[in-house]
């Protein structure tokens, strides 16, 4: 066999091989185009109509848009996922930093398999779960405020998630609890990976602790960090669970989001176009604050 | 390397983008969702009244929490072996989220627990009951136990109009209380005035006993009190006619305005519980049934309940007018259960309703299972229940309310969303200081008006 025929049928396998790569990914494009991009564009679609899911739709245009850039109450409900994002994002986010770097170096052997596993555990409950055990804990007589009263702070003591200016940061650190443990993780991972020569470095050039951290640690954890806000900002935006089991949406619209008012626009009150129209406004959103994120994160680390 | 996968990204991104924009566009060309115009006109007289000997199974759709429903199928079919029922339960707000396109599927259940009717007659989803109305003698129930469920050709207003549903058991709302408190706040009988209902509440703060136990978290159970307020401060007919949406009512009236300065003074002086935002039904039922306050606003589905729970200690009465021996006004609604218009066995469905309403046994379980009256024919009488308990109580008050003819809906079914949109957002903001009651008011039928315009 020549050497040439051999090319030749290779590159013929080749060919054969892109094309059974689709056959191969079909079955799951299939169910993505199904799963995924038809209710987008229906979505898209319906959020162009007046509709309460079951009768006529009326042609509304882009009124359902100007709706919802509009009205004083959804306006500030988007507000609030906006607020949502400092406890979701910024916090578990810090913290999460502060906590790896002092777990850094307990993370192997049986004593960092612990650490890890409780930092992870929020992960692995259930959000609804979450939010029942925490709406008891901040409950008038839960335990924060028992722990409030035994040390003397009983003045301090309150109906955490019904009161109007304490419901949005009580949800908040709710998220933050859940996220605490992913960022945490994620990032103790990313410094595993640091080059420990660059530690050296910097301590044989007189860097303390906090340089260290400033000048390898941080740049180093670019990647992780930039993951960790794309996920976190995320959950922020399209926060659901919590809010809806631990407040409702209340007291009047102090916690209310736009994944909740989503629901209840589409199922409650049946203006699915109005509900439609929110919900490609938050998609758009999420877009805009984890695109600038993705940009900023995977840039060459010059 | 980074940099490559960026790239790599962006072009993955396009890829993607692109089928997107595609299906997009196509989607949005197409015509407009949502079925053709439904047929909703008067159905055809040919009813029976004959239930036959053929073995069916009815498709049932009823609420979670509340047993009367499967109690009266269960005892259906003991009476009528041929007739199965398959139930299924559901929180309310679920049924209330689910009930149209339930009602819409092929699979559409033959008798249903009602949400708001207004919407489903509009989409021509219930089947209208005059047939059976006649074919049955409904007329010879009172006439105002099936007002409410009247709507008027194309949805509004309630009131008037064909019938859409009938009651398993009709309820009546008042004032439950807690008749070891009553003592150590110094009450000796029920009051008879507002005012003797406020110097109750005064009493109670000052000797250190929560005045009421009321929910307002997730749906503002404090809309309770204030519609009970709101009924004795004007002309009830005035309230009937808002929630039935006839046209030029409105919410904006003085009665309303009264009932909500009310309402705000009696939150500012603590008469709710502090919390009452952070509180849901639930809860306020563990908290009343221990002893966490001296009167809850609430209907009498829970006196069955309560009478287990704080048996002898629980004490009902409905909530008085603004003068000794004024008229007695409530809110009473039936406990509504309609027929699918896609339903498969509609005469069975309409038998087993009357049959609810006749049938000496079922009757029984209404008010045994329901703790309500169980309506009916006005020369029927109403099975007693054990003297002493809240339960005798709650029904002997819904005969005079019935007497009195004092019964109106609840301004929360006024429409689909008034309820979730308006009223508890606004009554949230109202006992935290955070509205005033002119605001709360005319933030309430804003809300009306824009959602009827839709």
Sequence with gaps: ?302 | MPGFRARRLSRRGIVLAAPLAVVAVVAAGCSAPGAEEPSSGPTSGAVSTELGSEQITLEMYAETGFPLAKALADEFTKQHPNVKFNVREDQFTVIVENAPRVLASDNAPDVIRLPTMVDLVKDGLLKNLDPYFTAYGWDKFPASQLVQLRVAEGGRPRGSGSLYAMGLGYSVTGVFYNKQLAQKAGMTQPPATVAEFEELLAKAKAANVQPIMQFNKNTAGINFPHQALQNQFGDPAQIADWIFQKPGATFDTPAALKATETIQKWAQAGYFPKDANAIDYTAMMGQFQKGGGLFMFNGDWESANLDKSMPGNVGFFLFPGEAAGAKHVAMSAPNTFGVGAKAKHPDAAAFFLNWVHTNDKAREISVKVGGSSPGGPANLTVPPAAEGTVLAETLKASQQLGAENGAVDFTANATGAIFASAITPEMQKLVAGQQTPQGYVKAVQAEYEKELSQ
């Design chain 1, 1 to 302: 066999m020549t050497s040439s025929a051999v090319r030749a049928r290779r590159r013929r396998w080749a060919r054969t091989a892109r094309w059974s790569g689709w056959l191969w990914v079909l079955p799951a494009l299939l169910m993505y185009a199904v799963f995924v991009l038809r209710p987008l564009a229906l979505t898209f679609q319906y959020s162009l109509y007046h509709w309460n899911g079951i009768g006529v739709a009326r042609w509304a245009g882009l009124s359902n848009y100007v709706t919802v850039f509009t009205d004083r109450d959804l306006l500030k409900i988007i507000g609030n996922a906006f607020i949502l994002i400092i406890f979701f994002s910024f916090i578990p986010v810090g913290l999460g930093l502060l906590v790896a770097t002092l777990v850094r170096r307990i993370t192997s052997g049986p004593f960092g398999t612990a650490v890890r596993t409780i930092l992870f555990l929020p992960q692995v409950i259930p959000l609804v779960a979450a939010g029942i055990a925490w709406s008891w804990l901040l409950s008038t007589t839960g335990v924060v405020n028992q722990v409030l009263r035994a040390i003397g702070l009983g003045g301090l003591a309150r109906a955490w998630l019904g009161e109007f200016d304490t419901a949005l940061p009580s949800v908040g650190v709710i998220g933050a609890w859940v996220l605490l443990g992913l960022c945490t993780i994620l990032l103790v991972t990313g410094m595993s990976k640091i080059d420990p020569a660059l530690y050296e470095a910097a301590r044989i050039d007189g860097a303390g602790p906090v340089r260290e951290f400033l000048a390898v640690t941080l740049p180093s954890l670019r990647q992780e960090i930039g993951v960790c806000l794309t996920v976190t900002v995320i959950a922020a935006l399209a926060s659901f669970d919590i809010v809806y089991i631990s407040t409702g949406g209340g007291p009047g619209l102090q916690t209310t989001v736009p994944g909740l008012e989503i629901y209840r626009l589409a199922f409650a009150q049946r203006q699915v176009g109005l509900a439609s129209a929110l919900g490609v406004v938050l998609m758009a959103l999420v877009l805009l604050c984890v695109l600038p994120i993705q940009r900023l994160t995977r840039q060459d680390k010059g």
